[in-house]
C-alpha cells in the first residue's frame, strides 16, 4: 500500500504536495491551488477546499482568509447546453463573483429567441 | 474492542441474479425492506425501513463492461453497480488509482463512468433502465485491474507533474508534453456531436436554490405570500441533508419516517402552486438570471430575489488512503441502506452522532457486521490494494486495526457558499467552524439587497431560531413588492 492521503481526489493531489507547497511558502489558498493544482478538477473545490484551508491552518496557524474564487459553473454541464447560451445573445454584462474581470454567459429570452 | 452488533437471523439478503463475483467479493447486497418492516413494528429501524418507495420497484437489465447485472428501476446506477459487488468504477487520473462512489449525491468524481455514450456520467445520479450500457473509464484493462497502477507505485508521496520535467530543457519538457497529454483526461468523446440546447426562460418573484429544510420552509411562505415562486434542487428528490435522516420527524401530530417527511413539504409546495424543478442544478447566477440545469436541458431564471439555501457540501476527511472504493460519507451508507443497498459486509463506522447510532443498528439488521471507533480514537488510515480491506485506528491504547469492507467515514460537512459568492455574497473565514461561509446579515440579508442566504450555508445556522423562516420571508416579500411597485408589472 503506497499510503498517499489524497487531498484533492479529482487531480491527484496528495497531502504531501500541499504540505511542499506549503513550506515553498504558499500560504494562501489560491497560491496552493496555482501551485498544487488542486481545486481545478471535476469538483472544483466541492471535496478538497476545506481539507486544504485546514491543512494551512495546522501548519502556520493561520486558517486562511478567502476562499478560491468561485466561478461558473458550480456543476459540470453539457457543451450542447453551453453552446445554446451562446445561441440567444443578448448584451454582455460583468458579473459580481470575478469584480469585473469575467463576462457571463451570453443569454437571453430563450426558447430559441435570438437578438 | 470492535463491537459486533449483528442480529442473528433478523434478515434475508435477496440475492441478485446475473452476479459475475463469487461470493467472497460479494460485499454489498440488496436489503429486503419488507422483512424488517414485518419484524420490527416499532423503533428506529421501522424509520429506516418505513419509506417503501422501492418495495414496487421493478427489474431491469443493465450492463457493466459488457456483463449483464440486474438493477431496480429508476435506482442510481452507483447503487444497481454496488448492489451486485461492484465499487470500482474508474481510475483516478494522474495515479490510476482505483475510484469508486463516495458521497453517492453528486459532489464527487468518485462515480464517473460511460453511460450509454456520455462520457463522464455521474453514476449516482443517472437511474437505472432496461439496456443501461455503463463502461468503467480510464483503465486498462479493466477498472479493477488496470496496468497503469504502477504510477502510483513509482511515486509514493506524489507526482508535481506542474514541475516534474520542466528543469530539463525544452526537448525533454516536449516529450513530456506529448506523453502528458496522451494520458492527460478522463473519459474518451462521443460518438456523436449533441445539438446546442437553448435554455427554457422562466419568470418569478422568488428562485429558491436548494430544497433542505431551509429552503423548503421559505419557499412555501413565500407562495402562502402570493409571491410567484421557482424553486430548484440538483437531488431528485426533496429534503437535503434531513431526506437521509434515520429519525422518526412529526407532520402534524403524526411520526412520519424522513424522507416521507419531505415528500410530505414538496406536496405542500405543489399545492401551494410554486414550480419545483428537482434534479435542477444551479450552474450559475448573474444579476439579471441564474443559469439551472436539468438532466433534459437549461433555465434560465429571472427572479426578483435569488435565495440560496444550498447547504453543505461533505466530504470524509484526511486519512491515509481516503480515497479508496468503500469509503463513503457516513450519509452516503445511509442514503444507499435506505434505498435498499447494504454497502459492505463488515462495515466501520467513524461518526458518533445519534444518526451514527440509528445507521449501525439499520446495517446491524442486515446481517452486516458493523465496527464503531471508541472514544477518543480517530481513523488514521484505510487499508486495501484494491478496495477497502481494512483500518487503521489510533486512540489513548495505541493502534488498532480493524478488517472491514466498507467505511462510513464522519461527515465533514462545509456549507456550499460558492452560488452566494458568484451572486455577490462575500464569502468569509469562519474560525471556530474552521470553513468558509456566505456573509449575511439579520434575516439571511446580504450585502447584495436581492440576495438572501439562508440554512447552513450562511454565517449562523437560522433553522435553530424560532421563526426564522417567517423573519427571513418578510423581508423577501417586502422586497419583491417594493421591486415590482418601481418597474410597474408583476411576474
Partial sequence: ?115 | MPTDHSAPGALRIARTRGTMRTSDDMTARRVDHRAVRAQHPEGVLRAVYDYAALDSAQTCGIRYDGRALDARVGEPLALSLLANGIDTLSRSVKFHRPRGPMCLRGNCEGCLTRVDDDPNTMACVARAHDGREIRSQNAFPSAELDVLRITDWFFPKSFDHHHLMVRYGPAINQVMQSFARKMAGLGTLPTRASEPMAPLAMDCDVLVVGLGPAGLALAAQCAQAGLKVVAVDEEPDVGGFLRDSLQWHTHEGARVCAPAWCDLQLAKLRALGVSVRLGAAACATFDDGTLVITGERALWVRARARVFANGSHESVGNFENNDLPGIYTERAVARALRQGVRVGATVLLTGGSDETDALALALSHTDATVHRVQPGETLRGAKGMGDVSGAVLVGPKGERTVSCDAIGAENVRTPAFELAGQAGVEPRASLTRRCFVAHSHEAGRTERRDVFVVGSVRSEGDTREPDWDATVSASVIALCKETAAQTGASR
Avoid: Y
Fill in chain 1, 1 to 115: 500500500m503506497s499510503g498517499k492521503t489524497l487531498l484533492c481526489r479529482c487531480e491527484d493531489v496528495t497531502l504531501d504536495e500541499v504540505e511542499h507547497a506549503i513550506a515553498k511558502g504558499h500560504t494562501d489558498i489560491e497560491s496552493v491551488k496555482r501551485f498544487t493544482g488542486f481545486a481545478t478538477g471535476w469538483c472544483q473545490g466541492k471535496q478538497c477546499l476545506i481539507a486544504c484551508a485546514r491543512v494551512i491552518e495546522d501548519k502556520t496557524g493561520a486558517f486562511p482568509l478567502a476562499p478560491i474564487t468561485p466561478r461558473p459553473p458550480v456543476h459540470p454541464m453539457p457543451l450542447g447546453m453551453l453552446a445554446g447560451l451562446a445561441n440567444v445573445v443578448s448584451t454582455e454584462r460583468v458579473t459580481h463573483h470575478e469584480r469585473g474581470a469575467v463576462r457571463k454567459p451570453n443569454v437571453g429570452n430563450g426558447e430559441g429567441e435570438s437578438q
